[in-house]
Each structure stands twice: as structure tokens, then as C-alpha cells.
């Protein structure tokens, strides 16, 4: 590959770092074509963007990218895929639900919610990570729950004393 065609690359995958959410660097070696076409299948249905690249390509686009990725350069060795997603969770699930046919993609690193997750075993956490509106949204609900207690507390209290002093009323005459 002559040097224009790499950074022309590199600076392709650089402005993929920049736009994707999160990302996942993931081994597919050893998948036949026909796998590995069911592999990118599931990937386009699920929103996930799969792209394999070489290990010092996918390095300089990390290093020019705005995302502060130092952690995952280590993870770089053999074959290396990177899945794309704007929802963190998403590939963890990808990954999880293929391998269990498969036995890979096996997970090398993962760049979700501005942190870096380095190694396999690190999969489940990646299940159970919620994105920061997911966050927001579970704070606003605990935060709205006391409210609607109160204001429905004070709706049917009202509606209580007003039976009450009907009957009192209706005694009285």
C-alpha cells in the first residue's frame, strides 16, 4: 500500500473514531467467509459498524482521534476488528451473543462511556453499561417518584375530607 493510500486510510478511520460514541477492538481471525459474513449481517442489523484494519493503521488513527485511547494500544497485536456503535452496550451484546456459536469475535479492548475496558473478561461489564441518558433518565424518574407520592397523597386526602364533611352535612339536616 503506497503512503498516500495509509494516510488516506488513517485519517478515514481517524474521523470514525471521532463520530462513533464508543467503539470495541474485537479478534474475528480464523472465521470463514461464511461466518464472518453472518457476523457483519448481525452487525448492520444491530447498528454496529465492523471494520478490519491493520494493528499500526488502527494505532495512528487512535493516536490522531480526539478520544484519549492510550489504555487499548497494548490490546493491538495479531488481527484486529473494530465495531463502531453509538450505544455503548450494544457490541458487548453483539459479541456475547455471536461467540457463543463461534467462539469469537473474542474481545481484545473497549473505548465506551470516555473510558478504556482491556481484556475478555471484561465483556459482562460492558453488558451492563448504561449510557448517560439511560442514567439521567433513572435519576429523574427517582427524583419525580417522591413528588407524585406527595401530590397524589394531597388529591386523595382532599377528596377524603370533602366525603367527610358531605356526610357530617347530611347528618346535621
Do not use: W
Not at 469475535?105 to 459482562?124: F, N, R, S, T
Amino acid at each position: 500500500m503506497k503512503r498516500s493510500d495509509k494516510l488516506q486510510v488513517i485519517d478515514q478511520l481517524t474521523k470514525e473514531i471521532n463520530s462513533y460514541n464508543h467503539y470495541y477492538l474485537a479478534d474475528i481471525s480464523n472465521l470463514n467467509a461464511k461466518v464472518t459474513s453472518d457476523l457483519r449481517r448481525l452487525c448492520n442489523k444491530r447498528e454496529v459498524k465492523l471494520v478490519v484494519v491493520k494493528n499500526t493503521i488502527l494505532r495512528k488513527a487512535m493516536e490522531n482521534s480526539e478520544k484519549n485511547s492510550t489504555e487499548l494500544y497494548d490490546v493491538l497485536v495479531n488481527n484486529t476488528s473494530v465495531l463502531f456503535s453509538n450505544t455503548g452496550s450494544v457490541p458487548a451484546k453483539l459479541i456475547k451473543e455471536f461467540s457463543k456459536k463461534n467462539k469469537k469475535p473474542v474481545l481484545k479492548g473497549a473505548y465506551v462511556e470516555q473510558c478504556a475496558y482491556i481484556g475478555a473478561d471484561q465483556l459482562e461489564a460492558l453488558i451492563n453499561v448504561k449510557s448517560k441518558e439511560e442514567l439521567l433518565g433513572g435519576i429523574i424518574a427517582t427524583l419525580q417518584s417522591p413528588i407524585k407520592n406527595v401530590v397524589s397523597a394531597l388529591q386523595s386526602g382532599g377528596q377524603t375530607i370533602v366525603g367527610v364533611l358531605k356526610t357530617l352535612e347530611e347528618r346535621n339536616a
